[in-house]
Every structure is written in structure tokens, then in C-alpha cells.
């Protein structure tokens, strides 16, 4: 059964934006991330009396079906854009955001949740680890490595730019 109480609609409105934005970062892709927000949101309807964090609580269903999904297809989507952010920031900003972009999608599925959920959800670690279903020394350890291979990845990118501009 759900729920047709004002506050769950008043949620459902103020979030969805945001919780389809994690959904399409832990991901990939628009479709299923639309699929999982989905999910979450109709679990939490059927359970909104009990909920005490609701956030928490569709961050965990999203990340659940993420990892289940994964689990049963073992191979990582790729997609050829990402939604656009507000307002227009400049041809150089949009090209870095693609390109840190790439990099996240690059990530194995737990390096780039941990990273979602701490850096653009602004959780902190233990809740991250409560969404994860992990220890915190796990979620510092992601994020460290996650980070680690992100610069990396960076910095060959701009090797290769800076290589490629010298030859022009």
C-alpha cells in the first residue's frame, strides 16, 4: 500500500532532482537511474510511516539495486553525456566536468559510490557507510583510492592534451 500523505509528495517533489542526479552518478545511465529513483521512491512510499530519514533511506535503496543490478550483469554501462548542471559555465568548464566526469564512470562500482555518496551527496562517512552497507575504515578506503586513480587518470588525460597541443 501506499502513500498519498502530503509530506511524502512534498519529499518526492523537493528531492527527486537531487536523488536522480546520485542514482545517474552511481550508474551511468539515464534510464536506470530512473529506474532505481523509482524504486526507492515507491519503497519509501509503502514505508513512509516508519522512515525517520527518508534521504537515508532512498540513498540505501538506490545503492542496493545499483549493486544488485551490477552484480547480476558484472559489466559497467557507458554513456556519451552527462545531464547538464545549471547555467552556462564556459566551453573549458563543461569540457573538465566531462572529463572528471569520464574518469568517475571509469571507476569500479564501490570506488565510484563511495565517492558519489560522500562528495556530491555531502554525506559523511559514517552515513555513507550506513547507505553502503560497509565499515567506515571501507568507505575512507574507497574514497582514498577512488581519488588516487581519479588523479591519475587526470593527469594522463592532460598529458595528452598538452601533447597533443604542442603538436598543433
Aim: aromatic content about 6%; charged content about 35%.
Amino acid at each position: 500500500m501506499t502513500t498519498t500523505d502530503p509530506a511524502y509528495t512534498e519529499f518526492v517533489l523537493s528531492r527527486q532532482g537531487r536523488l536522480r542526479r546520485a542514482a545517474y552518478l552511481m550508474c551511468g545511465d539515464a534510464d536506470q537511474a530512473e529506474d532505481l529513483l523509482q524504486e526507492a521512491l515507491i519503497a519509501l512510499a509503502d514505508r513512509w510511516e516508519k522512515v525517520e530519514h527518508p534521504d537515508a533511506f532512498v540513498r540505501t535503496v538506490i545503492y542496493r539495486q545499483r549493486v544488485s543490478w551490477w552484480r547480476r550483469n558484472r559489466r559497467e554501462l557507458t554513456v556519451d553525456h552527462l545531464p547538464e548542471r545549471g547555467q552556462d559555465d564556459g566551453a573549458d568548464r563543461r569540457a573538465r566536468e566531462a572529463e572528471v566526469h569520464d574518469v568517475l564512470r571509469a571507476l569500479p562500482p564501490r570506488q565510484r559510490a563511495a565517492l558519489v555518496l560522500r562528495y556530491f551527496e555531502d554525506l559523511t562517512e559514517a552515513q555513507a557507510a550506513e547507505v553502503m552497507g560497509v565499515a567506515v575504515g571501507t568507505v575512507k578506503s574507497l574514497s582514498h583510492q577512488a581519488i588516487a586513480r581519479m588523479r591519475t587518470e587526470l593527469a594522463a588525460h592532460a598529458a595528452v592534451e598538452a601533447e597533443e597541443e604542442g603538436r598543433r
